[in-house]
């Protein structure tokens, strides 16, 4: 069974530094990896996807990589800001035995915090 | 994309009893999704809610605690059945679009169990 894990679990930054946030995978057969962004009672927004033949995604500020063969995706925040502050969680779309698409396998999730 | 919407935004519940939380799409779609998050973890899929058919459950969780309806592609509902204290999560609906790789998520149903 697929487990995903997020580190760190929450994370304290001034406004301005890049950053690195982190998850990995333990089963390197999935269709795709994403990134989420949660905010309170305003469910999860998709920040960026990368199917499972692509290493990394651009999205503005935001760049996220895929080495499936370590099971690690890391994504990467330019010059933070304050509206940047949200959960970011990391979601493996899984692959059946059979070939078929599975569900999303989330992490825990960063709790990040820009600070003015 | 889909604009999703879900009924009731928060709620508190009383033990024993039983809420339906409703999930609303702008169009049509291929799939919906019902997931729950527990206090401080991750999004657990709960089930597949499958059109015109019974929904497909994840392990750990079953049609009589967790009864889905799907009438149409735009809506579905989840019911929680005998609610306990330990159903306090934030439960969310999500749609796949046909042609989309990923999934839209609507902004979650905040219960709270006393």
């Known amino acids: 069974k697929q487990e995903v894990t997020q580190i760190p679990a929450a994370l304290s930054v001034p406004e301005g530094e890049n950053l690195v946030l982190n998850c990995s995978f333990t089963d390197s057969a999935i269709y795709n990896l994403q990134w989420f962004r949660q905010d309170p009672g305003k469910g999860l927004t998709s920040l960026l996807l990368?199917?499972?033949?692509?290493r990394e995604q651009t999205s503005g500020r935001l760049n996220a990589s895929l080495d499936k063969s370590s099971g690690r995706s890391t994504l990467y925040i330019a010059a933070s800001q304050p509206g940047d502050s949200a959960t970011y969680l990391c979601a493996s779309l899984g692959m059946y035995s059979g070939g078929g698409a599975d569900g999303l396998t989330f992490g825990k999730g960063t709790h990040l915090i820009i600070q003015p | 994309s889909a604009v999703i919407s879900q009924k009731p935004s928060r709620d508190i519940c009383q033990r024993g009893t039983s809420l339906t939380i409703q999930c609303q799409v702008d169009?049509?779609?291929?799939?919906m999704f019902w997931y729950r998050q527990q206090p401080g973890q991750s999004l657990t899929l709960i089930a597949t809610?499958?059109?015109?058919?019974?929904?497909?459950?994840e392990s750990g969780f079953v049609i009589d605690k967790f009864p889905i309806s799907r009438p149409n592609l735009t809506f579905s509902t989840l019911t929680v059945s005998n609610m306990s204290p330990e159903d306090s999560s934030i439960y969310l609906c999500?749609?796949?679009?046909?042609?989309?790789?990923?999934?839209?998520f609507g902004p979650g149903t905040r219960l709270l169990v006393l």
């Open positions: 999500s749609v796949e679009v046909w042609g989309a790789e990923t999934q839209y």
């Open positions: 990368i199917q499972s033949s692509q």
């Open positions: 809610a499958n059109q015109g058919s019974e929904a497909t459950y």
């Open positions: 169009s049509q779609v291929t799939m």
